[in-house]
């Protein structure tokens, strides 16, 4: 079975950046999509990124600000923040699925994600 952690999470100020790091076990996640959740206090869980076999998909909420990508070399899909704000405090979660044909299925449908990561913390503050 599939493990995966999360890490990279922290306190940082608002305009500054993060790196998490998505790490698996047992589960080699180039065969894999992983997509990047996360879960605010108080709110639904939004999918922000997704990496595919056939791209890399962003929620409209994040895109231009969140890097996600492959480190083949380590098993680990990145995710870059930059520019933080407050509404970017939340639990990060990392999860895979097949890869998918995104002109018929959701990147973000969190049902069709296998594997999960317990989550690190992300909180924006100054």
């Known amino acids: 079975q599939g493990q995966l952690v999360e890490s990279g999470g922290g306190l940082v100020q608002p305009g500054e950046s993060l790196g998490l790091s998505c790490t698996a076990s047992y589960l080699d996640l180039e065969y894999f999509a992983v997509g990047w959740f996360r879960r605010a206090p108080g709110k639904e869980r939004e999918g922000v990124s997704c990496?595919?076999?056939?791209?890399?998909y962003y929620s409209d909420s994040v895109k231009g600000r969140f890097t996600i990508s492959r480190d083949t070399t380590k098993n680990t899909v990145l995710l870059q923040i930059n520019n933080l704000t407050p509404e970017d405090t939340a639990v990060y979660y990392c999860?895979?699925?097949?890869?998918?044909?995104?002109?018929?299925?959701?990147?973000?449908?969190?049902?069709?994600?296998?594997?999960w990561g317990q989550g690190t913390q992300v909180t924006v503050s100054s």
């Open positions: 990496i595919n076999g056939d791209g890399t």
């Open positions: 999860a895979t699925r097949a890869f998918f044909n995104a002109q018929y299925r959701d990147p973000f449908h969190w049902d069709e994600y296998d594997y």
